[in-house]
């Protein structure tokens, strides 16, 4: 280990009198680039993968019926979402799939190796809280399960928990049996986990048209009053549209973030980017029509107010009770289980996993961080948030604001300010020594102002969901939250930086780099090291060749 830091050491050129300081604190083999042993996702693996994680939005067009849109404006509102949160997925992969980095190195190359730790940090928070919910949901799959095989023995068990707790016995049986799930892939980095996605997408299909399916021969197809467009001015129809595509990709704003972190470990660089453009805005909208229908036509039938899947299982049991009922039941929630504990690997324990290897990487490694955000699932309590803390579910869905404007400063600076040139081995030089990510002490001045700019407009709105008293015009701008601050924040960072640019921008014009000429002139595109001397110092290759066979972290 002692040979690689030295080597770390020497590929960044660190002056002697900055030589001190202890680079165990900012390198581990997670932040490094992703060795070519382990770019082993192929473009399948993504078709696999993007389906998986998509085809799970069952409730989504519940959500946008409940703001007022018809059945099929939802499903027109949640296509288009999809198609514009599948654009900006594929953008913020590019960084990721030609230099094999995940987003907390992106985060350092754009925010600065001390500023990168606030929106690194922000991710991981809101991972563990996400983590914790996405498996309370997991938890009623199971709850499903375990009464499809015992049946009244098991939801007689007796309640010794007070009311207050927000959940029963049986329940939290329920959630600690799917937290024993979730425990072994937390052993698991996302190279090792193609087949498993292969294997959720199989199975969510059948699980998933199976519901439909029953659903419609149940109610002979009928829909009830509430898919019929109610009377109302264009001007009010158009902001429930906005809305709507609001609420979509608010719904995928973590997706979008977190590409990096998967698309690190392609083959090659086409790969990651067709495939989500493709699969992305089919699974989802295929889905939610699903789901939009499906619980419709029960909510009608029934008189219930269902929206997601474990409730409608258990009224099924509750109407038609027998063995081939509970057997079929059981294969069901298998499934949906099955969907719920891969979206939650992707999406936050993944997610947490690389944040903590940055925040943290002389003690935490990706695979360390999963163990982490799987005990903390329990700190959280997410049955006491999902019982009473409405609020703060609320706050959840406005999350996407947020990092509306962290990916658009990304993308802005990778693809026009710096034209694609990351510098490798800066991105593990926390010195002043380090000409391109060091900015400010550390800090990107230029993306916190546009970061702050992005938030500001919406974030009365935002405070208005939550509670406070705002205008119409507030509560229009959160109708558009997303959008408005991916613009803003892109404009405004675009502009400062066309006036002040950062040393970053100011290195890679006075050297007259075009796009991407560090990465492919270094030969990081197929893992080739191609001596060049006049990139020499910002030659990103090699890393691997001179940790293999060294101990690991």
């Known amino acids: 280990m ?62 946008m019926v409940g703001i007022g849109l018809s059945w099929w404006q939802a499903i027109v509102v949640i296509f288009v979402s999809q198609f514009i949160s599948s654009i900006a997925m594929a953008f913020n992969s590019r960084s990721a799939s030609v230099y094999h980095i995940g987003y907390p190195c992106v985060a350092r190359s754009v925010f600065g190796m001390w500023g990168s730790y606030y929106f690194v940090g922000a991710r991981a928070i809101m991972a563990v809280v996400w983590y914790a919910v996405q498996m309370y949901f997991g938890a009623e799959y199971m709850y499903n399960i375990l009464r499809a095989i015992f049946g009244h023995k098991f939801t007689d068990i007796a309640n010794g928990l007070p009311e207050r707790a927000g959940i029963s016995t049986s329940l939290m049986l329920s959630f600690f049996l799917c937290w ?81 972190d998967y698309v690190r470990w392609t083959r090659n660089r086409s790969g990651p980017i067709w495939t989500q453009l493709l699969v992305n805005p089919l699974a989802v909208t295929l889905s939610a029509s699903l789901g939009i229908l499906s619980t419709n036509a029960v909510n009608y039938k029934y008189n219930t107010n269902i929206w997601n899947q474990w409730d409608m299982m258990n009224l099924i049991l ?12 059981f294969l069901c929630a298998f499934a949906w ?85 990351i510098f490798i081995p800066s991105l593990y030089n ?65 502009v400062i930086c066309s006036i002040w640019p950062t040393s970053n921008m100011r290195y890679v014009r006075e050297k007259g780099y075009s796009f991407e000429q560090v990465a492919s002139r270094a030969g990081v595109y197929d893992g080739r090291a191609e001596k060049d001397e006049e990139l020499v110092e910002d030659e990103p290759t090699h890393i691997h060749e001179k940790v293999e066979g060294k ?3």
């Open 337 to 421: 289980m099955v969907q719920i504990l891969g979206t939650n690997i992707a999406a936050n324990m993944m997610s947490f996993g690389a944040d903590a290897a940055m925040l943290f990487p002389a003690y935490i490694n990706m695979r360390r961080g999963q163990f982490i955000v799987e005990f903390l699932a329990w700190a959280v309590c997410p049955w006491e948030i999902l019982a009473s803390a409405t609020k703060f579910e609320t706050f959840l869905s406005g999350y996407g604001l947020f990092m509306a404007s962290v990916v658009s400063i990304m993308l802005c600076d990778y693809f026009l300010l710096t034209k694609g040139n």
């Open 430 to 494: 926390p010195t002043r020594a380090n000409k391109n990510y060091y900015y400010h002490r550390g800090w990107n001045v230029q993306a916190a102002i546009s970061y702050i700019v992005g938030i500001a407009l919406p974030f009365p709105g935002f405070c208005g969901q939550l509670g406070a008293n705002v205008t119409t015009a507030a509560s229009h701008m959160m109708d558009i939250a997303w959008i408005m601050a991916f613009v803003t924040s892109f404009v405004s960072y675009y």
């Open 180 to 260: 024993l799930v979730h425990l072994p892939f937390c052993y698991f980095r996302p190279y090792q986990l193609r087949g498993f996605y292969w294997f959720k997408t199989i199975v969510s299909l059948p699980s998933m048209f199976g519901l439909f399916i029953w659903a419609m021969i149940d109610t002979k197809g009928q829909l009830g009053s509430l898919y019929s467009s109610t009377s109302r001015s264009s001007s009010g129809t158009a902001w429930f549209i906005l809305a709507g595509i609001n609420s979509g990709l608010g719904n995928t704003a973590n997706l979008i973030t977190n590409q990096p």
């Open 2 to 63: 002692l040979g690689f830091f030295t080597w770390v050491k020497e590929s960044i050129r660190l002056e002697e009198t900055e030589g001190q300081i202890e680079h165990t604190k900012w390198v581990n083999e997670d932040l490094l680039p992703t060795p070519p042993e382990k770019q082993s996702w192929r473009w399948w693996n993504y078709i696999t993968f993007y389906w998986s994680i998509s085809f799970t939005n069952w409730t989504l067009g519940s959500t």
């Open 318 to 329: 509750d109407e038609y009770w027998s063995p081939k009922t509970r057997f079929a039941i």
């Open 551 to 553: 101990s690991k972290i």
